[in-house]
């Protein structure tokens, strides 16, 4: 999808709880918004634009505890559902199937195959498509179908915030959960590992006007 949730339009300062924007889509389509958080490919979106309940294939509840600012770690230490043939595989999860899904049964110290290389359009990366398929199947999300090499997460996982009054940085890896879709299930390997980096930065406290 090139939209996947409705944007909230108009607000200019997110979650400064004035309702400023209105919702261009969805059941909450021209209510006001406040804007929660802004994104180069989607805009910005709101917990007040709620998406339309067909276009939900499967809900994911997602533990972030710890968020923190300093350092966080976990180790491939649990038996995976699948045994792949000739490999000691680890997985982080449980219930986790394998470890990843490189074609040649290992993670790169970089955390990414060797092989396969896939196609994702070059404006929408979320999005699959065929090599050398040019923009015919990155439309209508924009982009050209450009080669990329899968991302895997090896036998340690590891994330460092920074502690920092204007700029902190929060990190947390924990383990995303299966949702009621299989597909998105088998897609995206979960449930898994996965790791946020939140970059933030603290706005200045409002100057009084007497």
Do not use: W
């Not at 990155?138 to 997460?153: D, I, K």
């Amino acid at each position: 999808m090139a939209e996947p949730c409705p944007r909230c339009v108009g607000d200019g300062t997110a979650n400064d709880g004035r309702k400023d924007g209105r919702c261009d889509a969805g059941p909450s389509a021209g209510e006001a918004c406040d804007a929660n958080a802004a994104s180069a490919l989607f805009g910005a979106t709101s917990n007040d634009c709620l998406p339309p309940p067909a276009s939900i294939v499967g809900t994911l509840a997602i533990d972030l505890a710890p968020l923190t600012t300093d350092g966080v770690r976990l180790a491939a230490e649990r038996p995976c559902g699948f045994h792949r043939p000739g490999l000691a595989d680890h997985c982080a999860c449980t219930g986790q199937r394998q470890p990843y899904d490189c074609a040649s049964g290992t993670c790169g110290a970089d955390e990414r195959c060797e092989a396969p290389v896939e196609g994702v359009c070059s404006d929408a990366p979320f999005r699959g498509c065929t090599l050398g398929s040019g923009t015919t199947q990155c439309a209508p999300a924009g982009g050209t179908c450009e080669p990329r090499v899968r991302p895997c997460f090896g036998d340690l996982i590891a994330a460092t915030g920074a502690c920092d009054r204007v700029h902190p940085t929060y990190v947390a890896i924990f383990c995303a959960p299966a949702t009621q879709a299989p597909a998105i299930n088998a897609t995206a390997g979960l449930p898994g590992p996965a790791r946020l980096r939140l970059e933030l930065e603290a706005l200045p406290p409002p100057v009084a006007v007497k």
